[in-house]
């Protein structure tokens, strides 16, 4: 499928949102928005937002990190510790439909900000809080690797006897922005009917929670604390990562009857008549015995040579690409997840596509991340006619 760029009006076209977010999980949310049609309005202190200082590397001056996260935005600079700044702030939120804010847990209420005044004066206000532990945890700052600890990620994401180790991307922001921006959307449509805004309280301790799903459900049901797994399934053999004989792959057998076509593959049929590993249960107690057995085939090859083999007999199998040869693959290319945009000050940049196609289309990138208060008399020229 050829994937082309989006025509208006995308899907939330005339919704507006204003942003008082910093840092990673809140821009993510907004920038959600954003790439699917809203107005954002970004407000930043005179300093601009934690991340325009993150680095290296820099573009041109311009963090790449709030370059990553800030696109289809408009930026506004407001000194929120000025009462004439809150005044105008309390305004552009009468002129919103949704507000979006990640400062720690009371913040917003010292600045006459928070959810139940804005409401109590626009009670068709949608108002997103996103935060570490959640709005009844207001002692706790909330950082993703700290919430990686607390919600037991870490203990999972390592190898065997190996030591408590964090995702390679800061997947508590990720996810709490996903969430939030999921509720966002939720409300809005409850508004349609009838007329009211929700409060949205978001955790990235709760998002993180949130993922473990089969994991937590196995807890649950037996009380074991999951094993560190590293790079295996924990129910279902053989599922994992295997080296060959110029790299690694990743093998995902999830059937007895591709358990069989797997042993075939691998020219090894005795396996599947083993009757330690006849069933997926029998696999998975004996995963150390089978997987031992399975290298030893393995090895004796290229990557190129299994995985053609594998797309032969039909089992789920795939390359480890590293993030140059994935955003070059054609996987991502035919799906438009690599784009070229024009920035103001650092010039050709790329940036990752939006994850969805709606209509067979892309959400382009309308706008390019704002340079610090870019947009201040533009914004307050059309929703305040100032």
Request: hydrophobic share 40%.
């Amino acid at each position: 499928m050829t994937i082309k760029h989006a025509l208006f009006p995308l899907p939330l076209a005339g919704i507006r949102v204003l942003d008082f977010t910093h840092a990673l999980a809140g821009p993510y949310c907004t920038m959600l928005l954003g790439d699917l049609g809203a107005d954002v309005v970004k407000i930043e202190p005179p300093t601009g937002d934690h991340s325009r200082q993150w680095g290296p590397p820099f573009i041109n001056g311009e963090s790449s990190y709030f370059l990553s996260i800030n696109r289809n935005k408009r930026s506004v600079v407001l000194d929120l510790k000025s009462p004439a700044a809150q005044t105008v702030a309390q305004d552009l939120a009468m002129a919103s439909d949704v507000v979006v804010e990640n400062f720690k847990p009371g913040a917003m209420a010292r600045l006459g900000l928070d959810a139940k005044k804005l409401q109590a004066m626009k009670p068709a206000l949608v108002y997103a809080s996103i935060s570490g532990f959640g709005q009844n945890q207001p002692t706790l700052a909330g950082y993703d690797q700290i919430a990686q600890g607390t919600s037991g990620m870490m203990s999972m994401n390592a190898i065997p006897d190996g030591p408590p180790t964090k995702v390679g991307v800061p997947i508590g922001d990720i996810t709490a922005g996903m969430f939030a921006s999921q509720a966002v959307l939720a409300a809005l449509i409850e508004r349609a009917t009838t007329g009211k805004g929700r409060h949205i309280d978001v955790a990235l301790n709760d998002s993180l929670l949130a993922l473990f799903t089969y994991q937590a459900g196995r807890y649950f049901a037996t009380r074991e604390v999951p094993r560190q797994e590293g790079n295996y399934h924990p129910t279902i053999a053989p599922y994992g990562t295997f080296a060959v004989s110029d790299g690694f792959i990743n093998v995902a057998v999830a059937t007895d009857a591709q358990y069989a076509r797997f042993c075939e593959a691998i020219r090894v049929p005795e396996l599947a008549d083993d009757p330690r590993f006849a069933t997926n249960a029998q696999r998975q107690a004996e995963r150390t015995e089978l997987v031992r057995a399975v290298q030893a085939h393995l090895n004796e090859d290229t990557r190129e040579h299994w995985l053609a083999r594998f797309e032969q007999f039909s089992i789920p199998a795939g390359p480890i690409l590293d993030i140059e040869e994935a955003f070059a693959s054609p996987l991502a290319t035919a799906r438009d997840m690599r784009v070229e945009i024009e920035h103001p000050t650092s010039g050709r940049i790329d940036q990752v596509g939006a994850p969805w196609k709606i209509d067979g289309a892309s959400s382009p990138i309308r706008m390019p991340p704002p340079l610090l208060g870019q947009h201040t008399e533009e914004v307050l020229r059309e929703w305040l006619h100032r």
